[in-house]
Every structure is written in C-alpha cells, then in structure tokens.
C-alpha cells in the first residue's frame, strides 16, 4: 500500500465535524511520499492586480474535503501581513491579526533568537524588506504531475498586472522521504479532531482542532483569538515559513571527529536526532537502526519516553525528543499538546553522501525549508527557539542548545546519558544556517475568494435597488 493510500485508509467520512470543503486541503493533507514540488514566493506591487492574482490562483486550491480522493498535486496559498496591506484589505481587519505576524519575522529576531550568522541582515534578499507577500506551494508525486499543476497555478502570472515572480524554489525526495541529513523526516503528525483521520498508533488522542484551524474550539475548550471579519478568519490557519542552508559535510565530519567507527558514528547522529536515519525511534530501537520499523507508519511512532525517564536510550536532548518531549517529565512543566504543529518541511538539494566534508558544504546547496501550521503558530515557534531550541533548563541542561537546529555562536556540547556517569560531546556547532524566513497566513478558500473580489467594498457599494 503506499503512502498516500495509507492515509486515505485512515479516513472516516463519519468522523468529519469540520467544513473541510473551505479549509485548504495543504492544512489537514501530507505531502506525499516521495514528493516532488515547488515554492514561488511572489511581491505585490498593485492591489486590484493582487487580487485578481489570487482570485486566479485560488480556483487551483484544492479543499481538504478530497482528503479520500485520488490527486496527485495540490497547491496551498498563504499571505504574509505586509501582502495582506498591499491587496488593500483594510486596516481594521489587519489590526485584528496577531502581534507577531504583523510585525513580521524579521522584526522577532530578538524573541526567535536569530542572532549572529542566522540575523535577518544576513538573510537571502527574497525575504528582506517585507518582500514576500504571498507564497504558493505545490506538491506532487512526481515531475510530470508537477508541472502540470505549476501551468495551472502559474500560468496567471503570465498576464498578471501589479505582481512580480520575486523567485521560485523546487524542492523534493526519493521514497525515503530524508531530509538533508539522511534522516526520515515529518514522522510525528498530530492527528486532528474532526478530520476524519483515525490516529495512528502511538498517538494517545486527537488533538482539539483549534489549536489548527481558527474559528474551533482549541485544547482550553475555546477558540484562538480569529481576525475579523469571520469571512476572513474561520477556518484559516497561521503558518511559519523558515529556509535552512544544511551544512551537511560539517555534521559529518562533526561525527567523524567523535566517532572512530562508521557504527560509533551512526550511532551519536541517532542519539542526536532521536532517531535512526530509517526513521526507527530510539526508544524502540536503542542499538541498531530497524528499516522495516524506519518504514512503518503503524509502529514507527508508537511510544513515549515515561519508560526512558533516564534518557538512557534516547537522550533528553535529542532533537525530536526536545520538539516533542510526550509523555516524559519535563523540569519546567509544559502542555506538550498546546505546541503541537502540522509540519509540511520540504527538503531541498542533493541527498545526503557519506563522504560529504564541510569543503563541500559551499559548493552545493542543501536544505530545507521548516514549515509548520498551527493556530498558535508564532507563540509556539517563539516558545520553541526560546525555550526548547536554545536552552536546556526544561530538562535541566542549562544552556545546552538542540544539536541539529540550534544556534551555536561558540562549539557547544550534547549530553548523552549513560551508567555510570553521562558522556558529553563537545564542538557542536551550527548545522543549520536561517537563510530567511516569513509568518504567513493561509486563509480558507471563502477567504481567498473574499480577497480576490475586494469583498470589504461590496459592504460600503451603493445600492441598486429600484424598490
């Protein structure tokens, strides 16, 4: 069975309690596996044109409602703060959004601890200036499928007035579904309540569908705060877009200079991330990689750390057991359920090689871009980078940072738990360079059609009534 049928497998019309025809199908829908897809970052420079842009644009989204349905490309659309301005929606609906995405991610650095070589100044300039108003996102299974839905998308460009094509990134991987490291990646979803997705096992519950989709009720048994007016906030969602350069050749030879075997070497990534490159959990797994386990949705997210209370198997500094910690016990008490994300990271460039070196790091580009959605998606990535990205008190490790995405201004270390007294590494350093980023905004389809038609004027138009 693959991946996608998988899913649909999980689906129970039965089940479904949200408008999933207006909720855009990028939301609630994997990407598949392999995947293949692209992401154009456009600048409105004109507002009516904007808007008829993505009045064109959004015939081409697709809902969630064909969650069981058989495609092979779909295409998602988000607004940056500054994109919603220049479509000219009005003022008052726009102070109604969240601080933070109105500000916009560079002015977060302080709060996102985008410091030094990750500071907005050193930013690719596609992401400067509030440059990237609108983002569109296509994913498929394969290059044929890709480019056909990529002429359907993009093709208004073609004759579009008032909207410049600032750039356009093509991303995909093989059926191993690696990011650039080699590990498996975007195993842990949440599975949404009111979805119709059965969870798969491992997950205790399904989470609220508020803490995803506005305008539901959320884990405190109420909604998020929506924008205004309710056309254009209900069932919309937050989104944070953040483009990582993967310095590959430097983790391994990172790993070369602690490990004085390939197994030594493969075994401190593992403890690193948290899992084996297959995907295989440590916690299930804890001296050798399983593929077959790596490969199977039923069981590959089937535990929690209680029964690893010590981090013997894996430690409480990995990167997955950090940006998920479960059902371990946590120092500084947190609900683990309020910062859970839908995670649609695109992985990008050549796969990873065991003979890759920090020299080979300049000359070819690898990457990915971290994208979350959540209905909290800026409070929770602010938490993240403070908190659970760039400091260890939580688990008490002081200043110790995550190994894999943290911000090392100086080699830093990774504690590995062990009888009769704990290793630590040391000259961790920054493996994933920000190279930008946006907060966005990925309005339901009644939405996007309310944009692309200026519906705000329809209010204040003058009647015709003859009455």
């Known amino acids: 069975m693959g991946y996608l049928d998988q899913l649909r497998s999980r689906f129970r019309r039965e089940?479904?309690?949200?408008d999933l025809d207006q909720i855009q199908a990028l939301i609630l829908r994997a990407r598949p596996e392999p995947y293949v897809g692209l992401h154009a970052m456009l600048r409105v420079d004109e507002a009516a044109g904007g808007r008829d842009v993505i009045a064109r644009i959004a015939q081409h989204v697709p809902s969630a409602q064909d969650w069981a349905q058989d495609r092979d490309a779909w295409v998602g659309v988000a607004i940056s703060?500054?994109?919603?301005?220049?479509?000219?929606?009005?003022?008052?609906s726009l102070a109604t959004f969240p601080l933070p995405f109105q500000q916009g991610m560079a002015a977060r650095?302080?709060?996102l601890r985008d410091v030094g070589e990750n500071a907005p100044e050193t930013w690719e300039e596609v992401f400067g200036d509030d440059g990237c108003h609108v983002a569109v996102t296509i994913y498929a299974v394969g290059q044929p499928e890709l480019r056909a839905a990529r002429e359907q998308a993009l093709a208004t460009l073609d004759d579009a007035v008032g909207v410049t094509l600032l750039g356009v990134h093509e991303f995909g991987v093989d059926e191993e579904a690696a990011n650039p490291f080699g590990y498996r990646d975007s195993i842990a979803q949440p599975t949404v309540a009111g979805s119709g997705v059965v969870p798969v096992p491992g997950q205790e519950r399904a989470i609220a569908a508020g803490e995803f989709v506005l305008g539901e009720d959320s884990e405190t048994g109420a909604p998020v705060a929506m924008p205004s007016p309710d056309i254009l906030g209900?069932?919309?969602?937050?989104?944070?877009?953040?483009k990582y350069q993967s310095r590959v050749g430097a983790w391994n030879d990172f790993l070369r200079d602690s490990g004085s075997t390939v197994d030594e070497q493969d075994l401190l990534g593992a403890k690193m991330v948290g899992r084996w490159r297959s995907g295989a959990p440590l916690v299930l797994a804890p001296e050798a990689d399983d593929p077959a386990l790596g490969a199977d949705p039923e069981r590959n997210d089937d535990?929690?750390?209680?029964?690893?209370?010590?981090?013997?198997?894996?430690?409480?500094?990995?990167?997955?057991?950090?940006?998920?910690?479960?059902?371990?016990?946590?120092t500084i008490l947190t609900d683990v359920n309020l910062h859970r994300i839908i995670r649609r990271s695109s992985t990008f460039g050549p796969a990873w090689r065991r003979d890759l070196t920090a020299a080979d790091d300049a000359a070819e580009d690898r990457g990915i871009f971290f994208i979350f959605i959540s209905a909290r998606a800026y409070d929770t990535i602010e938490f993240l980078q403070q908190e659970w990205i760039n400091r260890g008190n939580f688990i008490d490790l002081g200043d110790e940072r995550d190994p894999v995405v943290g911000v090392h201004e100086a080699p830093g270390n990774f504690t590995i738990p062990d009888e009769p007294v704990r290793r630590r590494v040391s000259g961790v350093s920054t493996f994933n360079r920000?190279?930008?980023g946006e907060y966005m905004f990925m309005p339901s389809l009644p939405a996007l059609e309310w944009i692309g038609r200026?519906?705000?004027?329809?209010?204040?138009?003058?009647?015709?009534?003859?009455a």
């Open 15 to 18: 089940h479904v309690s949200l």
């Open 81 to 92: 703060h500054a994109g919603l301005r220049a479509l000219a929606v009005p003022e008052e």
């Open 109 to 111: 650095a302080e709060q």
């Open 234 to 242: 209900r069932n919309g969602s937050f989104v944070v877009v953040r």
């Open 303 to 330: 535990f929690g750390y209680a029964d690893d209370a010590h981090g013997l198997a894996c430690p409480y500094s990995a990167h997955s057991r950090r940006m998920n910690p479960r059902d371990g016990e946590l």
């Open 434 to 436: 920000l190279r930008g």
């Open 454 to 466: 200026a519906g705000w004027l329809e209010q204040h138009a003058p009647s015709t009534s003859t």
